[in-house]
């Protein structure tokens, strides 16, 4: 079953040596899962400030600067892995390096027919 990981936390909390430790850490992890057949991808995001949110309503496309919603944590990452079930996501999810300042929220992934499966 595959699962995204999506790791929140206060951006500003981190400073440099931290986060490049975090990167450190978080490249180690997607190597064991790769080797275990678990890892289907990974990636840290940019800074909230690069965020651009798009809205549709009445017809009309409303874009702003900044993330969906104004929030003292970030949505900084994801994982999406593929395992047995929720319980090997749940012991993945504790070893992310995130996971002690912030909050690693897992869910499902939906399969729907029809999407493109070689990218």
Known sequence: MKYMLLIYSDENAWNESEREDCYIKSVELTQ????????????PL????????????????????GPFAETHEQLGG???????????????????????????????????KGLPTDL
């Open 32 to 43: 064991q899962l790769y080797a275990k057949g678990q890892y289907l991808n990974a990636s």
């Open 46 to 65: 940019h800074s909230v400030a690069t965020a651009t949110s798009i809205r549709i309503r009445d017809s009309k496309r409303m874009i702003t600067d």
């Open 78 to 112: 994801y994982y999406l892995i593929d395992v047995k079930d929720l319980d090997e996501a749940i012991a993945i999810a504790s070893q992310i390096p995130g996971v002690r300042i912030g909050t690693v929220e897992i869910r499902p992934v939906m399969e729907l």
